[in-house]
């Protein structure tokens, strides 16, 4: 890695504007619960910027529920922005409203993961992949029938098919028919969501091959969606791996596979699986399960499961598996915090009575029977876990925070109140970008640490 420059914003590098179709600039979409009960809204995009250049495909990878879909569909307006600005060739598409928007929505486009939900098994082909030139009232009926039936020839699809029905076709066939109603308005921009996951590994290849022949036939840029990180690699320019709503990483494919620079991408690409002949799709496995995203941490929000989480300086030289067990803890008493428990476990809980959740003390000993853990932080554990049994959950999160949170919990170095989240920094000559506090100069040793684990 060759440059550490923090940078408040990705991608607002020098580029001449042709080069930028889309640029985002910190943008959030919140769902509320609609609940009286609960008023705290899943953040699931909580912020990002990046740009997409025209004639890309810009992937995006993450966990399942870290927000790919929810931004995907922002970006096109499928979904309202709660804040933030999707600027589609200068036009901050997120203002449009009305007619105005129903005029952009020719522009963009999107290809769902399963055909067949977006299919109307009642319709003909034709009629499915004529309904968005009847609906935008393009031209004439015959012209709409001859776009179709040269769309169907596009996709790799015949004339004849146009009075068939959607049954009569297998899954990859199936995501042809989508992905030609996707073209029939002749978009710029097209979400692909998934598109080849629902398919045999024998089919995926040909889809695949087909969306870059289209791109190239029809100079479309894509965001493609995905988990298997191998499709990514391969049909990708460049790549943003989210976590819990933030973009950690982005830059070009190759660099980000093959050196990845942020914690969470080390994490995320050494959870491949090995290839295996009887597995239909890759899942990514990662240790532990992300926060819930109504509940993000402070700071960074991949701080509750980073492997190099940066220590306060007294505790440096800590003993690993000590440090580990301090992690598990808050880890548990965060998660008590929010457990949906029923009155019964509670009355149960406070008469200290056996429930279905295991005990402080239990859970306790599990972490640190076995460990001899230094005098000073015993007295801190000590006092945490008599806060965590007393129900004071909030009580012993900041206990810990105080004693052992660091930049990575928002904790401000000289002590200030507001929490500190990281920056973006440059990580290399191609201007790739990680979220992580371990590039500022002050934190550098990670990228050994991180080797080391690789
Ligand atoms: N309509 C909705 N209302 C409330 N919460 C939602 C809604 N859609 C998504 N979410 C929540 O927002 C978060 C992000 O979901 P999203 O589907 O965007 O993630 P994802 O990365 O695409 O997941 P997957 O890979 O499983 O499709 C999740 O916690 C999800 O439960």
Redo the contacts with the bound molecule.
């Keep these: 890695m060759s440059q550490n420059t923090a940078s408040t914003t990705p991608d607002d590098r020098a580029e001449t504007p042709s080069d930028t179709m889309v640029k985002v600039r910190d943008l959030k979409?919140y769902?509320?619960?609609g609940s009286l009960l609960e008023d705290r809204p899943?953040?699931?995009?909580d912020g990002v910027s990046f740009d997409i250049r025209r004639g890309e495909t810009l992937g995006l990878v993450?966990?399942?529920?870290?927000?790919?879909?929810?931004?995907?569909?922002t970006l096109i307006q499928l979904?309202e922005a709660t804040d933030g600005e999707v600027l589609f060739d200068g036009t901050d598409i997120t203002s449009l409203r009305g007619d105005q928007l129903y005029e952009w929505r020719q522009n963009a486009q999107m290809v769902f993961?399963d055909p067949d939900s977006s299919l109307n098994d009642r319709m003909t082909i034709g009629e499915i992949i004529r309904e968005p030139l009847d609906v935008h009232d393009w031209k004439t009926p015959a012209d709409r029938r001859k776009r179709v039936k040269s769309l169907l020839d596009e996709v790799g699809l015949s004339p004849e098919h146009y009075y068939r029905y959607p049954h009569q076709f297998s899954g990859g066939q199936r995501q042809r028919i989508g992905i030609a109603r996707t073209l029939a308005l002749n978009p710029e921009f097209i979400v692909l969501?998934?598109p080849v996951s629902a398919l045999d590994v024998s089919v995926q290849a040909e889809i695949i091959n087909l969306l870059e022949e289209l791109q190239d036939e029809f100079d479309l840029t894509y965001l493609f969606?995905a988990?298997d990180l191998s499709v990514v690699r391969h049909i990708c320019d460049r790549v943003a791996v989210?976590y819990l709503?933030n973009i950690m990483e982005i830059g070009p494919t190759e660099e980000l596979f093959t050196d990845p620079a942020n914690p969470y991408t080390h994490a995320l690409l050494s959870a491949i699986p090995k290839p295996d002949p009887t597995a239909s799709r890759d899942r990514i496995t990662l240790h532990g399960t992300p926060p819930?995203?109504?509940y993000p941490p402070t700071g960074c929000p991949f701080s509750t499961r980073c492997p190099v989480r940066i220590r306060p300086d007294k505790h440096e030289d800590l003993d690993d598996e000590v440090w580990e067990g301090i992690n598990g803890f808050r880890e548990i008493i965060r998660e008590r915090m929010r457990a949906d428990r029923s009155i019964r476990e509670r009355v149960r809980e406070r008469f200290g009575l056996e429930t279905r959740f295991a005990t402080i003390d239990e859970t306790y000993d599990e972490l640190f029977g076995d460990t001899a853990v230094p005098d000073e932080v015993e007295r801190v554990l000590t006092d945490v876990a008599e806060a965590a049994g007393n129900h004071e959950e909030q009580a012993a999160l900041d206990r810990l925070n105080a004693e052992f949170g660091s930049v990575c919990d928002g904790v401000a170095p000289e002590g200030g109140a507001d929490p500190v989240e990281p920056e973006y920094y440059e990580v290399s000559d191609s201007g790739r970008l990680s979220y992580c506090h371990r590039h500022d100069a002050e934190h550098r040793e990670t990228e050994t640490v991180l080797d080391d684990r690789s």
């Design positions: 979409t769902y509320d619960s899943v953040k699931a995009v993450g966990e399942s529920g870290c927000g790919k879909t929810t931004l995907g569909r979904e993961q969501d998934e969606i988990h989210m709503g819930n995203p109504r």
